[in-house]
């Protein structure tokens, strides 16, 4: 039996409503683009029921920032910035097709590149990209979990924190606590004992933009900050996997030690970079089109459509 001409689109209860109604431009484009080729489309809340059932029901899945566990689902997800989207085989940012691919500017044009990023630093950041300054920071961009070691990190973030603190000696030390995470006690208690016993070391809720305005570097795990900060011309050390990884300096690959002794230096083109991996590499779901874009995407991951 063949795949039914029927596409799932699994969605939060809101957002279920929203492109119900017609109000989701995304979903607008994926419908039209569905439909022209035959397909129903039809938008199911993601619930972990829903997604279980999806294996077993005939056509295509699509899942909005969730592991696509079978053969015939795929996974959506913002490609950090409205409204530039992909869709992919897998969860795991790392695994992308972006991430896979070898980057070599000498193939791209450079003075587009500018233009493009000049226009995305004013709409991003309100102007704060305009006028970076180094007041000597070091912005490290904190996530979840900060105690343990995940395995695509090559240290725990507090570990991470203690390698900064070693390794630059002179600057002060940010550490960015993500506004939409909840910290348990224990793990603050482990970021004010580094406190008391740093007094370069101080801590910020949010306020991501000014951050990168007026620090050196990014030291991350794998924060989209460390993305961002190439709009501000400043270099980032990763101390985990991530698809924006070609221009980063990678504790994985360099060490500790290498990737610091690195990073006052470390200068490339970002936004001939930034141009590739965003404008080149993901669906822009405003686009004229954005439809051909969505198509060419699943058919590249094996959808008969």
Same mark, same amino acid.
């Given at each position: ?46 619930? *972990?029921?829903q997604? *279980? ?35 992919e ?30 226009? =995305?630093?004013g709409f ?18 904190? *996530? ?6 995940r ?15 070693? /390794? ?8 960015g ?18 406190l ?36 501000f ?21 360099l ?12 200068r ?7 141009? =590739? ?25 094996? =959808? /008969?459509?």
């Amino acid at each position: 039996m063949g795949i039914a001409r029927i596409l799932r689109i699994y969605l939060e209860k809101a957002e279920v409503k929203r492109a119900r109604d017609g109000k989701y431009n995304l979903m607008n484009r994926i419908k039209s683009a569905f439909e022209h080729e035959g397909f129903r489309v039809e938008f199911v809340q993601n619930t *972990q029921e829903q997604r *279980q059932k999806s294996a077993t029901r005939n056509g295509y899945s699509l899942f909005f920032m969730e592991d696509p566990f079978h053969a015939r689902a795929l996974n959506l997800r913002l490609a950090y910035y409205f409204p530039y989207w992909r869709i992919e085989e897998t969860a795991e940012r790392w695994a992308f097709d972006v991430a896979l691919k070898d980057y070599d500017p000498c193939e791209l044009e450079t003075d587009a590149a500018h233009d493009w990023a000049e226009k =995305w630093r004013g709409f991003l950041f309100k102007g704060k990209a305009a006028n970076p300054v180094r007041e000597g920071i070091v912005y490290v961009p904190l *996530q979840g979990r900060l105690l343990e070691r995940r395995s695509f990190q090559e240290a725990a973030p507090i570990e991470m924190i203690r390698h900064v603190l070693e /390794q630059d000696q002179s600057r002060k030390i940010l550490l960015g606590l993500h506004p939409k995470e909840t910290y348990s006690d224990t793990e603050m208690a482990a970021l004010e004992t580094i406190l008391s016993d740093n007094p370069r070391a101080s801590i910020v809720l949010g306020n991501m933009a000014e951050s990168l305005r007026v620090c050196d570097y990014v030291v991350s795990e794998n924060s989209s900050a460390a993305l961002s900060a190439m709009f501000f011309g400043k270099p980032a050390i990763l101390f985990g996997k991530i698809d924006f990884h070609h221009l980063m300096l990678n504790v994985a690959d360099l060490g500790v030690d290498e990737s610091f002794a690195r990073v006052e230096s470390h200068r490339p083109d970002f936004d001939t970079y930034l141009h =590739w991996f965003i404008a080149k590499n993901a669906i822009k779901a405003d686009a004229q089109d954005a439809e051909a874009q969505i198509l060419a995407s699943v058919r590249r991951h094996g =959808w /008969q459509i």
